[in-house]
């Protein structure tokens, strides 16, 4: 492990072991490719409908190693992540696979992707957007309006659609 | 041929603290490590004692999305805190986490400020509070991304645009009831009035402040003065409220000498891991 790597780390991240290097790019690509899929099927736990890819939390996967960034620095979603990251990683044989978590560059909401955003709107939530008004997840309209600069998370403000008068989460810009 | 400098006890003391994949890429900052820790025991306490305040505020606050504002402001700087706590902790190392450094000190060994400690009062108080608090902590979180400590940077760097998030709602809501009805008025006006003798402590500078200035490491948090009543001025202008004036500043929480308020704050805060050291969650 590099030393640039094990500098943000901490104990509760660290979890895997290493035995060997697997130093082939093939078999590395391989497994990487592999550790990708499995990733894809970690839900966020908050915003299930999303995956941890989706969020744009998962940084770099390595033959060995899984790095993520948090969201919020207080987001209780945190460890529930790591947790659920390291459950799928075991169930998939990949136990030696560590996962380690870094602050920089920080998590942006610009960072979720485009099929993130297109969940989000389906679910109920506006996807984050620095247009200074939402569109409806419910009916489309773009007559919306900010209720409250926090909604029921730290990364959501509550808005509401005068259209179809119905109130929603929006995702604020981070 | 020439002989090899004798081996000095304090460079055995200095690979002794090195950890375990050896910092040795970052020797200018071991002569500091101390003090960042001293810095990060602070910073981390401001942001454990107002976080720990605003969630009293939970199920009390006037409106449910103002209950909802304050519990997440309070959130963000609890996530802050155990940043920077698990950093002094680690600096220091005498094995303490940042749940050993938040709920197994006494109140004389708390670093923060004044302000953060002082009691919620009512809605408008705890709004002076945030507004005063959040002003300046964006403003020194904004210059400690750019610190030569990388562990500090990085926290910054995260935490800042949590902060400058906080700072424009609590202006918001100075606006509001500042330029809102004569009651409204009235109560900024005592919230203001109250915590204003406990902003110079904010940008107050000591000896171990200054020497991490010197070495990039620190924020010159004297220099931030400007800007703050800048910001300060211009809102309360907005909320058409007067700059409140006091003459005397109260100090001293960076050396632990605390109002009466926290050890009730810490009464509170502490008491189940200290009753049920192995309770878990």
């Known amino acids: 492990m590099g030393v640039a790597g094990r500098r943000f780390s901490t104990s509760l991240e ?90 920089s560059p920080s998590w942006t909401t610009d960072w979720i992707t485009p099929e993130g955003r297109a969940k989000l709107q389906a679910y109920g939530i506006a996807p984050p957007s620095p247009a200074a008004t939402a569109t409806c997840p419910q009916c489309g309209s773009a007559d919306t309006e900010e209720v409250s600069r926090f909604g029921s998370t730290p990364c959501k403000a509550l808005w509401r659609c005068r259209a179809c008068a119905e109130p929603f989460d929006r995702f604020k810009c981070h | 041929m020439p002989s090899l400098p004798t081996i000095q006890p304090e460079d055995v003391a200095t690979a002794e603290r090195a950890s375990h994949a050896g910092n040795f890429d970052a020797p200018a900052l071991d002569q500091h490590r101390d003090a960042i820790a001293d810095y990060a025991l602070r910073l981390g306490d401001d942001a454990l004692i107002l976080g720990q305040r605003l969630t009293e505020w939970c199920g009390h606050a006037p409106q449910l999305e103002i209950d909802l504002s304050l519990a997440n402001l309070g959130l963000d700087l609890i996530g802050q805190a155990t940043l920077l706590l698990g950093l002094a902790g680690e600096l220091e190392g005498q094995g303490r986490d940042a749940d050993a450094l938040a709920f197994h000190r006494d109140v004389l060994a708390f670093r923060n400020c004044l302000m953060v400690e002082q009691p919620n009062g009512d809605f408008a108080r705890t709004i002076a509070r945030q507004f005063l608090f959040s002003t300046y902590q964006a403003a020194l979180y904004e210059a400690l991304q750019h610190s030569a ?121 502490q008491f189940l891991p200290r009753a049920y050291p192995d309770a878990t969650w």
């Open chain 1, 14 to 103: 660290t979890n895997g072991s290493r035995e060997d290097d697997r130093t082939s790019p093939f078999v590395s690509s391989e497994v990487e490719k592999r550790i990708w899929d499995v990733l894809e099927n970690v839900p966020d736990p908050e915003l299930p409908v999303l995956s941890i890819l989706d969020l744009g939390i998962v940084r770099s996967v390595e033959p060995h190693r899984v790095t993520i960034t948090p969201t919020y620095t207080g987001c209780p979603a945190t460890l529930a992540i790591q947790a659920s990251i390291r459950a799928a990683l075991d169930a998939a044989g990949y136990r030696d696979v560590a996962i380690e978590t870094v602050l």
């Open chain 2, 149 to 269: 400590a990388p562990r500090l940077a990085e926290i910054a760097a995260k935490a800042v645009k949590e902060v400058r998030y906080h700072a424009d709602l609590a202006a918001d809501w100075v606006i509001r009831l500042g330029d809102g009805s004569e009651e409204s008025r009235q109560r900024m006006i005592d919230g203001l009035d109250w915590h204003w003798r406990f902003v110079d402590e904010l940008f107050q500078m000591d000896a171990v402040e200054q020497a991490l200035v010197d070495a990039a490491i620190g924020v010159d948090k004297a220099a931030l003065r400007p800007g703050f009543d800048d910001v300060v001025g211009r809102v309360l202008t907005n909320a058409t409220l007067p700059l409140p004036v006091y003459p005397r500043a109260v100090v001293g929480g960076r050396k632990g000498h605390h109002s009466e308020h926290l050890g009730h704050l810490l009464a509170v805060m």
